[in-house]
C-alpha cells in the first residue's frame, strides 16, 4: 500500500461527528458553527448515520477507539440523535472494549437536562465548556451561562459520567496572574480527570477580531505576561497531579483524551458532519477527507446524492512526516524518529536536533525528541527549524 501503509495504527482509529448548531456564536469562535431555530434531529440523525455505514464500508475490518462529537453545540442534540448516532458506528466498525465515547457540553439548563441521555446513549465522557469562573469575563466571552449554572452542571455531570473534562480560557482582556492563578486553583479542586486550558488567541474572521482590528479589544496581556500565565498554568497543573500532556491539555494518570491522541499521534479518522475534516487510509493511500461547510447544503448532498464529501485529497509520505512533526510535538511524549524517518524517506536533521539540544529546546531520548519546559512556550520556532 502506498502513502504510508499501515503507519495509521500507530496512532488508533475514531470517529468524529459534526453537529454544527449553536444556541449563539461566542465572539473568540471559527469553528464551523451556525445559530438556528430549529432542527430536524430525525432527518440529521439519518444523515449521519448514512455517512457513517459509507465510510464502514470503505475501511473493512476495524474496530473504533473513540468517537468525538464536536461542533457547534453537539449537547442540543436530542439523546435519541447520539444514540442513532453511536449505534450506526458500532454496526459499521464494531468497538473496542474500552472504547471513549465523548460528547461537548456547555453548562446551560437546556443542556444539562440531556446529560443522563446522553450517558444512557453511551457516551462515557463529557467535555465541558466552561471557559471563565467569573460571571464579568463569562458575559465578556459571550457565554450564555454563569458561574452557578456552570458548577449546577458539572455536578450533574459527575454524577453521570466517570469522566468528565472542561475547557477553560486564559490570557482574558484585564486579567492579570494572580487572578488566573486563584481561578485555576478553583478549577484544579473542581477537576475529575481532564482540563482543556488555553490562551485567548484573536482569530481572524472573528467577532473578536473584528474588534481587534477597529483598537476596541482592549487590555489583553502582552507576550511577556501571557508566557508568564503559561509557565504558572504547568506548575499549578503538575502540582495538582494534572500534568500537561499536550501543550493545552492536562489530566490524570490514564486519562488524557484518547480521541485527541488519534489526532496528535497521527492516527487514522473518520468525520462526518458539516465541514468535518477525516484522514482515511485506504488502498491508494492516506487520504484528506473533508465535509461540505454549509449545514443545508451537506443534508441536501448526503440525502440526494449518498455524500456530502468534497474531493478528497491524496496525502504524499513527506506531506505525512510534517503532519506527524508538527502533531506530536505538541504531545509530552514527542515524536517517534524511527517513524518520522520511515515516512519523509530521511530521519530529521542532525544539525537541528544538536542545536535545539544545545539552547534547551528539545531532549533526545530512546528514539524520541520532546520539547523541554523551556521549548513548549516556543513551539513554533522549534518547528520551523526541524521542518526546513
Known amino acids: 500500500m502506498s502513502g504510508g501503509g499501515e503507519d495509521w495504527r500507530a496512532g488508533g482509529f475514531g470517529l468524529y461527528v459534526h453537529w454544527p448548531f449553536c444556541a449563539s456564536k461566542c465572539p473568540y469562535c471559527d469553528f464551523n458553527s451556525h445559530v438556528v431555530d430549529r432542527v430536524d434531529q ?3 440523525a439519518d444523515a449521519l448515520a448514512a455517512e457513517i455505514a459509507r465510510l464502514a464500508a470503505e475501511t473493512p475490518g476495524r474496530h473504533l477507539g473513540s468517537i468525538f462529537f464536536g461542533g457547534g453545540t453537539p449537547s442540543l442534540m436530542e439523546p435519541e440523535t447520539v444514540d442513532a448516532v453511536i449505534r450506526a458506528a458500532r454496526a459499521g466498525w464494531g468497538f473496542v472494549n474500552d472504547i471513549e465515547i465523548s460528547l461537548e457540553a456547555n453548562p ?46 458539572f455536578d450533574v455531570a459527575r454524577d453521570s459520567f466517570d469522566r468528565v473534562s472542561f475547557d477553560l480560557i486564559y490570557a482574558r482582556q484585564g486579567q492579570d496572574r494572580a487572578a488566573w492563578r486563584a481561578e485555576l486553583r478553583e478549577a484544579l479542586t473542581m477537576a475529575v480527570d481532564h482540563l ?16 481587534a482590528d477597529a483598537g476596541k479589544l482592549r487590555d489583553l496581556p502582552d507576550d511577556d505576561l501571557s508566557a508568564d500565565m503559561y509557565a504558572e498554568t504547568q506548575d499549578l497543573c503538575a502540582a495538582a497531579g494534572m500534568a500537561g500532556y499536550e501543550i493545552s491539555n492536562h489530566a490524570r494518570d490514564g486519562a488524557a483524551s484518547r480521541h485527541n491522541l488519534v489526532y496528535w499521534r497521527q492516527g487514522d479518522w473518520a468525520a462526518v458532519g458539516p465541514g468535518a475534516h477525516g484522514r482515511l487510509t485506504l488502498p491508494e493511500g492516506r487520504m484528506a477527507t473533508e465535509a461540505l461547510r454549509a449545514p443545508g447544503a451537506w443534508l441536501n448532498a448526503v440525502e440526494a446524492q449518498g455524500t456530502g464529501e468534497l474531493p478528497r485529497e491524496f496525502i504524499p509520505a513527506g506531506e505525512q512526516a510534517t503532519e506527524y512533526l508538527l502533531m506530536a510535538m505538541r504531545l509530552n511524549e514527542g515524536l517517534d524518529e524511527a517513524r518520522y524517518a520511515r515516512l519523509a524517506g530521511q530521519p530529521l536533521d542532525e544539525a537541528a536536533i544538536a542545536s535545539l539540544q544545545d539552547l534547551g529546546m528539545v531532549s533526545r531520548a530512546e528514539g524520541r525528541v520532546r520539547a523541554t519546559d523551556a521549548g513548549r512556550p516556543v513551539l513554533n520556532a522549534i518547528l520551523r527549524e526541524l521542518a526546513a
Not at 465522557?125 to 452542571?153: F, K, P, T, Y
Open 108 to 153: 446551560t439548563s437546556v443542556e444539562k437536562s440531556r446529560f443522563r441521555g446522553f450517558a444512557e446513549a453511551g457516551v462515557n465522557r463529557l467535555s465541558m465548556g466552561i471557559q471563565a469562573l467569573n460571571d464579568a469575563d463569562l458575559r465578556r466571552l459571550g457565554r450564555m451561562h454563569s458561574v452557578a449554572e456552570a458548577r449546577a452542571a
Open 196 to 211: 482543556s486550558l488555553y490562551q485567548l488567541t484573536i482569530e481572524p474572521g472573528t467577532a473578536f477580531g473584528a474588534r
Open 42 to 44: 430525525r432527518r440529521w
